[in-house]
């Protein structure tokens, strides 16, 4: 009877699962194709210059930045014009706020380029990088964002290869170089060159908004080029402290230097359509300062106000 007994702990062997098999390999296909693929750029790169897009010279950048790493994701801030270094300074600031940390910024807006103005790169507390000739279009970030470190390029290591004879296109062969191979991660920020002192760091005067007994003043740094809405560095809370509510009336007074060029009463409204097409209104716009307009309207254009560090705006309750 012994020898009918089942002894059930002595199982055959099973075979492997064809599907588990299967599974496997293409597990291992797919770490060996990641492992052939180059890592991803460390950040994005925005490119910021004033040299328009009538020739080709965005495009040069461009190549050079994508010989770098054809995988980095370039964009663009602008390439028209700004009109002034400060002007492109507060450009700048109208849109590093809304790129994430790792973020390089190449901004060449640079009248000096090949005479002895420093190539820098700025880290900002915000953990951006700025790639830029240190003449001031730096201003504004590093006022808003805080300094964190200041380091010079090191054009013997941070130069396109075969540059070395051109001196006006710093641009292509300084900047878009140094800040594609800082956002592709070939090389760290303490690679980009030696460490310059903060107070080295190049700021423009300006006259920041202020309260003024019943009042409150700034300059125009920039126009809502497209719409002809005036921009101030006003800010709304500033603003609404004299006791300014949405549907009160603002008289607004505009200076060109010392010189009272514009004189307009307005309601403060939130948008355009607020009020009737062709009348103007103040509101704050998407900086958060206040701003004047015309409902379909280029205010600019109707009342010949433009902008700079030499143009003032007085906003007083009415």
């Given at each position: 009877?012994?020898?009918?007994?089942?002894?059930?702990?002595?199982?055959?062997?099973?075979?492997?699962?064809?599907?588990?098999?299967?599974?496997?390999?293409?597990?291992?296909?797919?770490?060996?194709?990641?492992?052939?693929?180059?890592?991803?750029?460390?950040?994005?790169?925005?490119?910021?210059?004033?040299f328009?897009?009538?020739?080709?010279?965005?495009?040069a950048?461009?190549?050079?930045?994508?010989?770098?790493?054809?995988?980095?994701?370039?964009?663009?801030?602008?390439?028209?014009?700004?009109?002034?270094?400060?002007?492109?300074?507060?450009r700048?600031i109208?849109?590093?706020?809304?790129?994430?940390?790792?973020?390089?910024?190449?901004?060449?807006?640079?009248p000096?380029v090949?005479?002895?103005?420093?190539?820098?790169?700025?880290?900002?507390?915000?953990?951006?990088?700025?790639?830029?000739?240190?003449?001031?279009?730096?201003?504004?970030?590093?006022?808003?964002?805080?300094?964190?470190?200041?380091?010079?390029?090191?054009?013997?290591?941070?130069?396109?290869?075969?540059?070395?004879?051109?001196?006006?296109?710093?641009g292509?062969?300084?900047?878009?170089?140094?800040?594609?191979?800082?956002?592709a991660?070939?090389?760290?920020?303490?690679?980009?060159?030696?460490?310059?002192?903060?107070?080295?760091?190049?700021?423009?005067?300006?006259?920041?908004a202020?309260?003024?007994?019943?009042?409150?003043?700034?300059?125009?740094?920039?126009?809502d080029?497209?719409?002809?809405?005036?921009?101030?560095?006003?800010?709304?809370?500033?603003?609404e402290?004299?006791g300014?509510?949405?549907?009160?009336?603002?008289?607004?007074?505009?200076?060109?230097?010392?010189?009272?060029?514009?004189?307009?009463?307005?309601?403060?409204?939130?948008?355009?359509?607020d009020?009737?097409?062709?009348?103007?209104?103040?509101?704050?716009?998407?900086?958060?300062?206040?701003?004047?307009?015309?409902?379909?309207g280029?205010?600019?254009?109707?009342?010949?106000?433009?902008?700079?560090?030499?143009?003032?705006?007085?906003?007083?309750?009415?």
């Open positions: 009877m012994q020898d009918l007994v089942c002894h059930s702990d002595r199982t055959a062997p099973r075979r492997p699962s064809r599907v588990g098999a299967r599974v496997g390999a293409l597990v291992a296909m797919l770490l060996l194709a990641m492992a052939a693929v180059p890592a991803l750029a460390a950040g994005p790169l925005v490119l910021y210059t004033d328009g897009l009538k020739d080709g010279a965005v495009s950048m461009k190549g050079v930045a994508y010989g770098v790493s054809p995988r980095l994701v370039v964009s663009d801030l602008s390439h028209e014009p700004p009109g002034s270094i400060f002007a492109g300074a507060y700048l109208q849109v590093a706020p809304y790129w994430p940390a790792g973020t390089v910024f190449v901004t060449v807006i640079d000096g090949g005479t002895d103005r420093l190539a820098v790169v700025l880290k900002t507390r915000k953990g951006h990088f700025y790639v830029a000739p240190n003449n001031g279009l730096l201003t504004l970030v590093a006022e808003q964002e805080g300094v964190d470190e200041l380091r010079r390029i090191d054009e013997t290591s941070n130069r396109l290869p075969g540059s070395d004879a051109s001196y006006t296109f710093h292509r062969d300084v900047f878009a170089y140094t800040g594609a191979r800082l956002a991660g070939a090389i760290t920020f303490r690679q980009v060159g030696p460490v310059v002192p903060v107070d080295k760091l190049v700021s423009l005067p300006y006259r920041k202020e309260r003024a007994g019943d009042h409150v003043t700034g300059i125009i740094p920039v126009l080029i497209e719409f002809g809405n005036v921009w101030t560095n006003v800010p709304k809370d500033l603003f402290g004299l300014i509510a949405i549907g009160d009336k603002v008289r607004v007074r505009i200076f060109h230097g010392e010189q009272q060029v514009d004189e307009v009463v307005a309601p403060y409204r939130h948008t355009f359509g009020v009737p097409e062709g009348q103007p209104l103040v509101y704050v716009n998407s900086l958060l300062n206040v701003a004047l307009a015309l409902n379909l280029s205010y600019a254009d109707a009342h010949k106000i433009g902008s700079g560090l030499d143009w003032r705006v007085e906003l007083t309750k009415e």
